[in-house]
């Protein structure tokens, strides 16, 4: 059974950071991704990383966050620096297996409040 969970989250200030990770089982995991929705909004992409390491970012957090993996734990991470108010969003894990399946974490809140 394939499984997402995500660890992390929580409430900041501007200017702060905060870090969340994602760990996956039960299958092969090629590319794993962040996504954010705030309230009201569609969900976007906010970061994605390949199995080799190859990353990719929204214009919107390049510069402030950075996504990592750790391929023995397939375990992904995005640390979020100079966090803004709207930042403010759910936070989803994704991944895409080797076996063409699409999974979702079940989202951690992120409240970037002044």
């Known amino acids: 059974q394939v499984q997402l969970v995500e660890f992390g989250g929580g409430l900041v200030q501007p200017g702060g950071s905060l870090g969340l990770s994602c760990a996956a089982s039960?299958?092969?995991?090629?590319?794993m991704r962040w996504y954010r929705q705030a309230p009201g909004m569609q969900r976007e992409l906010v970061a994605s990383i390949t199995s080799a390491g190859s990353t990719n970012y929204a214009d919107s957090v390049k510069g402030r966050f950075t996504i990592s993996r750790d391929n023995a734990k397939n375990t992904i991470y995005l640390q979020m620096n100079s966090l803004k108010p709207e930042d403010t969003a759910v936070y989803y894990c994704y991944a895409y297996t080797l076996y063409g399946s699409n999974c979702w974490g079940q989202g951690t809140q992120v409240t970037v409040y002044s």
């Open positions: 039960g299958s092969i995991f090629r590319i």
